[in-house]
């Protein structure tokens, strides 16, 4: 089983910047060895639906990103791909949300949030104008 912690929400005026946190616990690898996991971040604003934001893949760190954050937000991962970040830079009221970490069972992200395996409970981000 694989645990998920986010950290690092906050309440930040417009144009100011945050940086999440998640730490990921567990069993960290199948036995296949070339299989690992992949990870993003999603948000859900109030009466939304859950949106993709950032992933980074398990085996290549190849990244992808919303287009509504996209030269905003830089999703990275530490070494031991224990640790990922969202550095959440230009926010804007917009950007709002309770933003979720999530890990994927294969070494390619995805857009999809069914095609995620484990969550974490989600941290709080409010960006007032």
């Known amino acids: 089983q694989v645990q998920l912690v986010e950290s690092g929400g906050g309440l930040v005026q417009a144009g100011g910047s945050l940086r999440l946190s998640c730490a990921r616990s567990?069993?960290?690898?199948?036995?296949?060895?070339?299989?690992?996991?992949?990870m993003a971040w999603f948000r859900q604003a109030p009466g939304k639906e859950r949106e993709f934001v950032a992933c980074?893949?398990?085996?290549?760190?190849?990244?992808v990103y919303a287009d509504s954050v996209r030269g905003r937000f830089t999703i990275s991962r530490d070494s031991s791909e224990k640790m990922v970040y969202l550095q959440m830079n230009s926010l804007t009221p917009d950007d709002t949300a309770v933003y979720y970490c999530?890990?994927?069972?294969?070494?390619?992200?995805?857009?999809?949030?069914?095609?995620?395996?484990?969550w974490g409970q989600g941290t709080q981000v409010t960006v007032a104008s």
């Open positions: 567990g069993r960290t690898f199948s036995t296949l060895a070339f299989i690992t996991y992949s």
């Open positions: 980074v893949s398990g085996r290549d760190g190849d990244t």
């Open positions: 999530a890990a994927r069972r294969y070494f390619i992200g995805s857009t999809l949030p069914n095609e995620y395996d484990y």
